[in-house]
């Protein structure tokens, strides 16, 4: 008999049987189990090492087939193993029969030049997912942080694997692919007025888009509000100061993340007028601070100032050998810093 009533699994089990012991399996299927057999030479060999090879393939079957092992069996110069039929479906996974694609299915979205449906692959939406690729088996994860595997046929004989978030694309030809969702936002975006998908971060551009249209684009003015920010941000934060993050209240701590917001967002946009991203500002401030471990004039086209900071402001008092002192204009504990805040007043 042929090796057709084999999974796939099976197929690459006896592709490796084939391989180590240089014989031809034969399968030999019934009801309730198939028998793998090829001609060996005596059940554990003739010597020490042929023992050690029977018995180390011995092991490999035994890992492989887990449960469905059901014996070993060796007789007229043939070695045999006996297993289960390959389940349907494993636990982890759920499998569909496979139709026609549903071209109604998934969501239109466009690049330049090129229009695309797509759909990403979430734990929520399986069941539109397999109606956009007409099935395929989802493979769910045995550990809590694990992601989620959706495999299916792209129409040539292939499967492709998808792991969760990521993004299903069909494109006008009928060809399916996959690409991250970090990948795919940056070339795709939804045509036309739809609803928007939950759990959607907002793109990058459409951001700085937004910004743009409501606060413009002058340097100047975006300067005074990054000034305006920092100093409400300044304000709240001093709260905290001495204080480890648990022994800080709720109400606090989201003041803080609020006005922070607001810091970082003018920043963000500042940057985006300027033509960068905030990723590769934080690219530079890196590579600076990596450089300056060897070389502390490492980039620095502003040398510091002795005396430029806390310590020569003169609501900074009882500072002691490592910079620590209390900060008359904050009425807390400071530790001096080497930049000047707004409340800074030179001493006399």
């Known amino acids: 008999m042929n090796k057709q009533v084999l999974s796939p699994f099976d197929c690459d089990m006896c592709a490796m049987i084939e391989d180590i012991t240089k014989q031809e399996i034969e399968v030999t299927a019934s009801d309730t189990s198939i028998r793998l057999s090829w001609a060996q030479n005596g059940s554990e060999g003739n010597d020490k090492a042929e023992g050690q090879r029977i018995e180390a393939l011995k092991q490999a079957i035994r890992g492989r087939l887990g449960d469905r092992l059901i014996e070993f069996f060796y007789a007229d110069g043939r070695q045999s193993v006996y297993m289960k039929y390959d389940p349907e479906e494993y636990p982890e996974e759920m499998r569909t029969r496979l139709v026609d694609p549903d071209a109604t299915a998934g969501t239109r979205y466009c690049r330049t030049l090129l229009e695309v449906d797509a759909i990403q692959f979430r734990r929520d939406n399986v069941d539109d997912v397999l109606r956009f690729t007409g099935g395929g088996t989802v493979v769910t994860p045995r550990t809590p942080d694990g992601k989620a595997i959706f495999s299916f046929p792209n129409g040539n004989g292939i499967f492709v694997d998808v792991p969760e978030s990521w993004y299903i694309i069909r494109e006008l030809n009928g060809r399916f692919t996959a690409r991250p969702e970090k990948d795919f936002r940056r070339e795709f975006e939804p045509k036309g007025n739809i609803a928007p998908v939950p759990i959607i971060t907002p793109i990058p551009y459409h951001i700085q888009q937004l910004f743009s ?136």
């Open 213 to 348: 249209d409501l606060f413009g684009n002058d340097i100047e003015s975006r300067c005074r509000k990054l000034t305006e920010e920092y100093n409400e941000f300044m304000e709240v934060v001093p709260g905290i100061y001495g204080k480890n993050i648990a022994q800080c209240t709720d109400e606090q701590l989201a003041e803080i993340i609020d006005e922070l917001a607001d810091l970082n967002g003018v920043i963000f946009h500042i940057a985006g007028i300027l033509g960068l991203s905030q990723w590769e500002l934080v690219l530079l401030a890196y590579d600076k601070v990596k450089g300056r471990q060897t070389d502390p004039n490492y980039k620095r086209t502003h040398p510091h100032e002795p005396n430029k900071g806390c310590g020569d402001c003169s609501n900074f008092s009882y500072e002691d050998v490592n910079g620590n002192g209390y900060c008359e204009a904050f009425k807390s504990e400071q530790r001096c810093g080497d930049f000047r805040c707004q409340e800074y007043k030179p001493k006399k």
